[in-house]
């Protein structure tokens, strides 16, 4: 800790000539990339990206290890146990401050200090209620099966609150930094990409070793990583899905995928309560508009399967928020008519539904690349792209 005492200049002073390592490339990587990792992260946080929010957010993850570990083995400024202040000490920098006379500090100040300390606390906790959150709502990740979906959503919201106070805390940062950039007539954004900070007291201690080696490691290992995630990827139809996030098929039944087949996309029961079904099968003589004429062993074997894999069985985060969007005593006939798919579906562009690759809005196939499978991934979704044909005839 005594490498990084207060140095005897004041606001405005002229720097002597000269400069002093303060940041080794290890840290240095460390810092531009962490904080391109949380930007991705937050520009991806929809449903429709979150191949991209669960790559940024692995990257996160590994790159706060690794501060963990070079607090540890790094450079001189760059240990914890350089800028690990005692109260007393924030105290009297915030005093100093608050008068506007801060004194300077060669390493991280009190307040940046606390700064460093309160962001990769909050990081690490944004991981872990992400990997929670990963786990439960999509049955993906380390923490696969360990909650089940509401569990899974409540981790879901307080990781979007961490992720809030981590931007709060950012702008914070990026405030604090540029004041004391001010204050004592230094880019301190600058010496974060050089390493450099002028010298200003002979004898400070500084002039860490570059450790390019350490850093060349780190860039490649994230190169590495990110060459293996794009690999993942496969062509589709409808753009690309990362095979990460694309489950197995829901048991399906033969009759029940070549009578509903016939005329449209087999939905798979886990898309409505089994009350639902029940009114459906049980009204097949006017099915919208149609008599099925289904015979009555079909009609037994088409009933079971419902019953026994309907939205109840909570297979998938569909099924269950579907379910839960239901009122108990409620049992609708159209799965367009759910609370829950309304809202998922509110804000699509209007060209959209006329685009003659959808048609309709019950043609789940057209932006669900696992419509099929009935697994409905967030990442598996995809709006049709490029010129819009002109609408079927009766088209909506």
């Known amino acids: 800790m005594a490498h990084n005492r207060a140095m005897e200049s004041t606001p405005g002073q002229i720097p002597a000539p000269g400069r002093v390592r303060v940041w080794d490339a290890p840290l240095r ?9 949380f930007t991705v992260a937050w520009l991806s ?8 929010h669960v790559f940024s957010g692995y990257l996160f993850a590994a790159l706060l290890l690794f501060r963990l570990w070079w607090g540890w083995a790094g450079e001189t400024h760059v240990r914890f146990t350089d800028f690990l202040f005692p109260p007393a000490r924030l105290r009297d920098w915030l005093a100093a401050t608050l008068r506007g006379r801060p004194p300077r500090y060669l390493g991280h100040n009190p307040g940046g200090a606390w700064a460093v300390f309160s962001m990769l606390g909050l990081g690490a906790l ?11 709502e999509e049955g993906h990740g380390p923490f696969a099966g360990m909650l089940d979906f509401e569990q899974g959503a409540r981790m879901h919201e307080v990781h979007e609150w961490l992720a809030w106070l981590m931007l709060a805390l950012t702008v914070l940062h990026v405030t604090g930094v540029w004041l004391e950039s001010r204050w004592h007539r230094e880019n301190l954004a600058a010496a974060m990409i050089s390493g450099y900070k002028p010298l200003r007291r ?3 201690a500084g002039d860490a070793r570059p450790r390019r080696a350490v850093a060349g490691a780190m860039l490649a290992a994230m190169m590495l990583y990110g060459a293996w995630w794009v690999a993942g990827y496969r062509d589709t ?13 829901l048991p399906r039944d033969a009759t029940w995928n070549g009578e509903c087949g016939d005329c449209h996309l087999a939905f798979h029961p886990s898309l409505l309560p089994a009350r639902s079904w029940r009114l459906l099968l049980a009204g097949q003589e006017d099915h919208f508009g149609e008599d099925l004429a289904l015979a009555p062993d079909t009609l037994r074997r088409l009933e079971r399967y419902a019953l026994a894999h309907a939205a109840e069985s909570a297979p998938t985060e569909a099924a269950w928020k579907i379910l839960r969007a239901i009122p108990p005593d409620d049992a609708p006939l159209r799965i367009t008519t759910v609370r829950y798919w309304r809202e998922k579906h509110q804000d699509i562009p209007e060209r959209v539904w ?3 690759r959808v048609g309709a ?5 057209a932006c ?29």
């Not at 990587?29 to 990792?37: K, V």
């Open 202 to 204: 002979a004898g400070d």
């Open 237 to 249: 139809p409808g753009g690309k899905v990362h095979r990460l996030f694309t489950a197995g098929a």
């Open 368 to 396: 669900h690349l696992d419509a099929e499978a009935a697994t409905f991934e967030d990442s598996a979704m995809r709006l049709p792209r490029g010129d819009d044909p002109e609408p079927p005839d009766g088209g909506p």
């Open 29 to 37: 990587l460390f810092h531009w990339s962490f904080a391109a990792t």
């Open 361 to 365: 809005k019950y043609n789940c196939n």
């Open 126 to 136: 944004i991981c872990i209620t992400g990997l929670f959150a990963l786990g439960g």
């Open 354 to 356: 006329r685009d003659s």
């Open 45 to 52: 946080r929809d449903d429709t990206h979150l191949d991209i």
